[in-house]
């Protein structure tokens, strides 16, 4: 009975063992997906803030060229000299507020580099994973195509 005793302890603990290795491997593979998410969320929003900024930009553009010919036009109804030399404060500030959002602009596509850079990273050790038999350039290759389809996808293909 001692052998049969032991035997049976013997399975058991390889049991818990091999049940321990499965759920430190899903554990593995739920962390590296975050990590991925993670930054494919961090791209989106990046990316939202791009498109967000570009759209307040051709806003502005529309409505100071709307103000710059409505106050032509009251100018010239009040017989007023229409010369370039007097200003529009309003249209000073949207020149303010659109060289402001220049400046976003490119801190977010700068982001969005270095966000590239880390998607690139993240994709190099899925790839290498999933092929081993690559060599690096291959696995660089792939690595960037993968990384700038998820950029295509969002829209963000000339940003980067």
Request: hydrophobic residues 35%.
């Amino acid at each position: 009975m001692n052998n049969l005793e032991q035997e049976s302890e013997n399975r058991k603990r390889a049991t818990a063992e091999s049940r321990d290795i499965g759920v430190e491997a899903r554990q593995e593979k739920e962390k590296e997906m975050e990590k991925k998410l993670g930054a494919r969320e961090r791209v989106e929003k990046v990316s939202y803030e791009v498109k967000s900024a570009k759209k307040q930009m051709q806003n502005i553009i529309v409505n100071m060229q709307q103000v710059v010919k409505a106050v032509h036009a009251i100018r010239v109804q009040l017989g007023l000299a229409t010369g370039g030399s007097q200003t529009i404060p309003s249209v000073e500030k949207d020149k303010k507020t659109l060289e402001d959002l220049k400046k976003k602009l490119a801190k977010l596509n700068g982001q969005l580099s270095d966000l590239r850079v880390a998607l690139v990273q993240e994709e190099i050790e899925e790839v290498r994973k999933e092929h081993s038999d690559w060599n690096e350039e291959q696995i660089q290759v792939e690595a960037e195509k993968l990384a700038d389809a998820m950029i295509q996808e969002l829209g963000l293909d000339g940003e980067v």
